[in-house]
């Protein structure tokens, strides 16, 4: 029942000394929510957990995790201990590697620096990549459009679809005597022997050169070790990677090999004052222009027999950085026909991030020409994600004739967003709730909700049955939750209370095999929609939820929330490192 965090949190573990250890499912869940409620309180049950030989694996795993949220330090003699124990017994247990990225220490002694030699070269470099993330990162010049696409698609990825509510990610910042300890063992010792093991695909010394790039030993191995590298080696082992270079970091990088710097500049690897350097401006704007059109080509021709250009995104990146090449080259292009319609829809969203209002002008002036309403549904698409302003109303009420059916669902959506009203509007919103496509129908019905029609929430109720995707009915959910939450509460618990129940390992993951992959787009819905009700008992079954179903980050996100809203906080704060 929900009440007060150290409530909530003595009724967990009250469940869960009522929980067989055979039921550990059960009690891994219970074990992740002591350690979103929890605090130093509970050290004592996550020590208790942690060193119980008869506890599942991974509720000790999950104990802790939890322990070092909240400060649970454990001895060198302890991480040897844990370390022993698992050598001795068959089945999963703690490792040292493991227990260094995950435990926290309590200070680096001669025993510990002893254990540690007794491990390869490799693991202890990967641990001196993973103390890295456990201390604040330098700061290190903004990245590039393309790299930060990278990295958001790396944080797409099906195989991570959990933010994890632990410290960094789950490895936790140790004393820095540790650290100091790896790099200096890696710089004079352990590199030589990690080159000799080849590895091409780790480039585990790389790795760490690059993690570590702040100190001046790292950094000259760096600058020595990418002389040779070609174009595309440095797009893909030194920027296109976590803690990867900046265009001016390369640049610091290059000029001390000319060749190298010369291939960079080819492939647009380098800030814009470099390349104007080497290119010269008039042969640069050329030399953009057929980037771009090569691109196309390689979009036009099928089945794969014109490769991309390497330089696309870069370019794309200057066209938008450079006033002169967006005046003299993005802008033709846009208006060129003979470009492919995927190459122009890339430059319209990066148009749409960096001007707006701009991408909105070209979108109005291309509804008065043929075969653009692809395009001008890309523009359509991101100002009504993206918080429409009073100016994209002409645009979002022409979109509603577009041919795509998701398009006009997007311009309702936006148009609703902007507070559009009156009886044209109604009798628009009549017509558009008839449409056979619920991409449509869910937000028009929706609208005329808005607009004080209320027998149109029976419709929007049954397309979260009837909707042919799960994000339809989604969509349906999370409507009813904005307009009425009161009126389909019922509908609410019920998608929580028909939602499966994961069982064991269900996708794989080491860091919480408790826990499903994903909620379902229908369950996220119904969890912010309890959410925003916020009543005792609609907080009650998002306890219920994460007992049954697990943890996710919009779980805590909800929870922290309704705490602070009422006085209370879950004691989420962090200890400082070692």
């Not at 010792?189 to 990690?194: F, K, L, Q, T, V």
């Not at 030194?238 to 000029?255: C, K, N, P, Q, Y």
């Not at 291939?263 to 390349?275: G, N």
């Not at 609410?492 to 069982?503: G, R, T």
């Amino acid at each position: 029942m929900w009440s007060s965090r150290e409530n909530i949190c003595a009724q967990l573990i009250s469940l869960l000394k009522a929980t067989p250890p055979e039921h550990f499912d059960t009690r891994r869940r219970i074990v992740w929510m002591l350690g979103s409620f929890g605090g130093v309180e509970q050290l004592p049950l996550f020590r208790a957990l942690l060193f119980d030989p008869n506890e599942d694996f991974n509720v000790q795993d999950l104990a802790l995790r939890a322990g070092a949220r909240h400060g649970l330090q454990l001895s060198p003699r302890e991480f040897i201990q844990l370390d022993e124990d698992h050598r001795e017994r068959m089945g999963p247990g703690f490792t040292l590697v493991d227990l260094i990225s995950f435990a926290r220490l309590a200070t680096f002694s001669p025993d510990l620096e002893a254990a540690l030699l007794q491990l390869p070269p490799r693991p202890r470099g990967r641990l001196l990549i993973a103390q890295r993330r456990g201390h604040s990162a330098p700061q290190s010049p903004e990245r590039t459009q393309a790299q930060r696409a990278s990295k958001a698609r790396l944080d797409r990825h099906p195989f991570h679809p959990f933010r994890f509510p632990f410290p960094e990610q789950g490895v936790v910042a140790q004393p820095y005597a540790l650290a100091e300890w790896l790099f200096e063992r890696w710089y004079h010792s352990d590199r030589h022997a990690i080159r000799e093991e080849v590895d091409p695909y780790e480039q585990l010394n790389l790795c760490i050169a690059l993690t570590w790039k702040e100190r001046p030993e790292a950094w000259r191995l760096l600058t020595e070790w990418c002389q040779d590298m070609s174009a595309e080696e440095l797009e893909r082992d030194l920027i296109r990677v976590d803690w990867g270079v900046s265009r001016d970091e390369l640049a610091r990088i290059t000029r001390t090999h000319p060749a190298l710097h010369h291939r960079a500049a080819e492939a647009l690897l380098l800030p814009l004052p470099d390349l104007i350097a080497h290119w010269g401006e008039e042969r640069l704007l050329h030399r953009l222009e057929r980037v771009v059109r090569a691109e196309s080509v390689a979009c036009k021709v099928p089945y794969n027999l014109v490769k991309h250009h390497p330089a696309f995104h870069w370019a794309n990146d200057l066209l938008f950085q450079w006033d002169v090449a967006r005046r003299r080259v993005l802008y033709p292009l846009l208006c060129d026909a003979d470009v492919a319609s995927q190459v122009r829809s890339h430059l319209l969203e990066h148009l749409s991030d960096h001007d707006r209002p701009a991408a909105v002008r070209w979108a109005r002036a291309a509804e008065r020409y043929p075969g653009n309403a692809p395009l001008i549904g890309t523009v359509v698409q991101h100002a009504a994600l993206n918080t429409p302003t009073p100016e994209d109303r002409p645009l979002l009420l022409s979109a509603l004739r577009n041919p795509d059916a998701r398009i006009r669902g997007l311009a309702i959506e936006g148009l609703l967003a902007l507070g559009e009203s009156g009886p044209a509007w109604v009798d628009r919103l009549l017509s558009l709730a008839h449409e056979p496509h619920p991409e449509v129908r869910i937000p028009a019905a929706a609208g005329l909700v808005q607009q004080g029609q209320r027998e149109w929430l029976t419709p929007l109720q049954q397309l979260t049955l009837d909707a042919p995707t799960p994000f339809l009915r989604a969509e349906a959910l999370r409507w009813l939750g904005l307009l009425d939450g009161n009126a389909s509460r019922a509908l609410f618990l019920q998608v929580l209370a028909s939602a499966p129940s994961p069982k064991g390992d269900s996708h794989g993951c080491p860091c919480c095999p408790c826990l499903p992959a994903v909620f379902s787009p229908e369950v996220e819905a119904a969890i912010e929609a309890l959410s925003r009700l916020g009543t005792d008992e609609d907080l009650s079954a998002l306890l219920d939820a994460g007992v049954r179903l697990g943890c996710t980050l919009q779980l805590e996100e909800q929870w922290t929330h309704h705490l602070a809203r009422r006085g209370d906080r879950m004691n989420c704060n962090e200890p400082p490192g070692g």
